[in-house]
C-alpha cells in the first residue's frame, strides 16, 4: 500500500497475523522466525510498527525477540531475563504470561538453527517437545 501526502509517497508493508491466541503463544516457532527475517530488510527503510490487541503479549514477545537476535546479530551478550527488562522498561508488562516467555526461548533457539549459529541436536529436539507438550497441557487446562 502507498500513502501519499504532498509529494511524499511512503510505502507501507501491512502483515496481520490472525491465529496467534491472546495470551498463549503458538505451536511452532516457524511462523514468527519467518516474520522476523522477512521484516529484517523492511527495518532498515523505515520504522516498523507492532501491535495486537493490548500491545504487550504478543507485541511483547515479537520485540523481545527481534531484539535478542539483534543482540545476537552484534555479538553482543545476551541474556532473555535483562530482554525482557529492557522491553518492559518500554512497554510495561510486555511478554505477559510464563508461555510466552518459554515461546520466546523456543524461537530464539529457532532461529539460531535456521540462521546456522547453532545445530539442531538431540537437546534443542527434547526442549521443542516438552515446550510442545506444556503447551498442549496448558491448551486442555485453558479449554475446560
Known sequence: MQASCSDNVHK???????????????NSPLPIVHLLTRMR????????VVHCSAGIGRTGTYC???????KITAASPLSIPKVVKEIRNQRLH???????????????????????ATN??????KFQR????Y???????TAK
Not at 523481545?64 to 539483534?70: E, F, G, K, P, V
Not at 539442531?120 to 529436539?125: E, F, G, H, N, V
Not at 503447551?135 to 487446562?141: A, M, T, V
Request: hydrophobic content about 35%; some cysteine; aromatic content about 12%.
Open 120 to 125: 539442531r541436536t538431540p537437546q534443542t529436539r
Open 94 to 116: 510486555s511478554v505477559q504470561s510464563m508461555l510466552q516467555y518459554l515461546y520466546l526461548h523456543v524461537c530464539l533457539l529457532e532461529y539460531l538453527i535456521i540462521t546456522k
Open 41 to 48: 530488510p523492511l527495518s532498515e527503510k523505515g520504522p516498523i
Open 135 to 141: 503447551l498442549k497441557k496448558f491448551n486442555q487446562r
Open 12 to 26: 507501507v508493508t501491512h502483515i496481520k497475523w490472525r491465529d496467534w491466541p491472546d495470551r498463549v503463544s503458538p
Open 130 to 133: 516438552d515446550y510442545e507438550k
Open 64 to 70: 523481545a525477540l527481534d531484539y535478542a537476535t539483534d
